[in-house]
């Protein structure tokens, strides 16, 4: 049976280009980067390009580069690091819609003595700009709130919100992992302090990030021992990830206005015919300002696990709520906080597509999909008969 993976908000295939980069380095260039000997100096300098790389796709000085083990990482990072530098203030803002790497951090915060303020969305999953003015004071000293959020694709007016938050002497942070690869971003260009990005959702290997640090930003160092990654984050490089990674920011930059479209078109070809053809179907988040690959539509008065098993009888791969926290019966607290009604939000399901699906991916799906909730709604307990 053939795969429509649908997915890749959840994780993305490893481009064969990066494979391909990275397959010498664990059996033929497999020195340790920190060694005095040739064999592994050349390794040092695989991993300075691969900064080069990142740097190049952000707009930034590749020394504003740490390579960590990806997202949750770079995340917990920057908001302990931050805390950690500026002990003096004890207020944290985030938003309520954060992935749990961000929203788990800060709500344990609360525990240790921190005010911690979960911003509310609206209806389409977007900021009111003037409440988080309004709560920035001289205690705050950290904003974190994502760029792209990943259930519903929803994208933030992050540069704005960075310059307000700057503005007022507050460090700000943003989870951009949904974002690399899939928007154009440049740092250059904005106040954005720290920003956290992960290589399994741009086509590189899991297991590997990066947090940018804007320079001048105080942050603690958040793994101590030898001193790499200039003594912010200990512990000896994961080599293959990080020229993974760069290679997979370089493929990105190259393409990414043109795979933009095609992969839009194929995300609205989807959408649009599943919301035609599947009767009691809506989406889910602010339709204009999304990333391109992400539509979230709810199937209400359906169970969205039923829905992701039968769609996994014809191989196509798509998620309820987000990967991290698919197994669990509460609702997304994305879609909740949304306000989206309980009998809709049960029945979300995620289609989050790549540079590698395909117009038959779409079509193929849009056969089978229909006819499943059709079969499911009859099935409902919940629908007048
Ligand atoms: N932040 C967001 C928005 C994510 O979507 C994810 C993963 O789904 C993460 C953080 C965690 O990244 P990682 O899997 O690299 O730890």
Redesign the pocket.
């Known amino acids: 049976m053939k795969t429509v993976y649908f997915d890749n908000?959840?994780t993305t295939k490893v481009a064969d280009e990066v494979l391909k980069e990275i397959k010498p380095l664990f059996c033929e260039l497999y020195g340790n980067p920190s060694s005095m000997h040739t064999f592994g100096g050349q390794i040092g300098r695989r991993i300075r390009k691969a900064r080069e790389q990142v740097a190049r796709l952000l707009g930034c000085d590749p020394a504003e580069i740490i390579f960590t083990s990806?997202?949750?990482e770079s995340?917990n990072a920057a908001i302990k690091g931050t805390l950690a530098a500026v002990p003096d203030k004890r207020k944290v803002i985030t938003t309520r819609v954060e992935?749990p790497?961000v929203l788990t951090a800060c709500r344990e915060l609360a525990n240790h003595g921190y005010t911690v303020v979960e911003l509310a969305v609206d209806k389409e999953g977007r900021l009111d700009l003037a409440d988080l003015e309004e709560k920035l004071d001289d205690d705050t000293a950290l904003v974190t709130i994502?760029y792209a959020n990943?259930e519903t694709g929803v994208i933030f007016p992050v540069a704005e919100i960075a310059k307000l938050v700057t503005g007022k002497g507050v460090v700000f942070h943003t989870?951009a992992?949904?974002a690399v690869g899939k928007i154009p971003l440049d740092l250059s260009k904005s106040n954005i302090d720290l920003l956290s990005l992960?290589g399994?959702k741009l086509h590189a290997p899991k297991g590997v990030?990066v947090l940018y640090v804007r320079k001048g930003t105080r942050l603690a160092p958040f793994m101590v021992g030898g001193h790499q990654e200039a003594g912010k984050r200990a512990g000896t490089e994961n080599v293959p990830g990080i020229v993974g990674l760069g290679k997979a920011c370089e493929l990105a930059a190259e393409n990414i206005e043109e795979e933009n479209d095609r992969v839009k078109f194929l995300r609205d070809k989807l959408e649009s015919t599943l919301l035609q053809k599947c009767p009691g179907s809506r989406l889910n988040g602010d339709k204009d300002n999304r990333l391109p690959n992400t539509s979230n539509i709810s199937f209400e008065y359906i169970e969205g696990e039923a829905i992701l098993l039968m769609l996994d009888k014809y191989g196509i791969c798509a998620s309820s709520g987000?990967?991290?926290t698919s197994g669990s019966l509460e609702p997304s607290h994305v879609l909740r906080a949304m306000g989206v009604p309980f009998t809709a939000a049960h029945g979300s399901v995620r289609f989050s597509l790549s540079r590698y699906n395909t117009e038959q991916d779409v079509d193929y799906t849009i056969e089978k999909m229909p006819p499943i909730i059709d079969k499911l709604r009859e099935l409902s307990p919940f629908v007048n008969k």
């Open positions: 908000n959840a990806g997202g949750t995340d992935h790497a994502m990943n989870d992992v949904q992960s399994h990030g987000s990967a991290c």
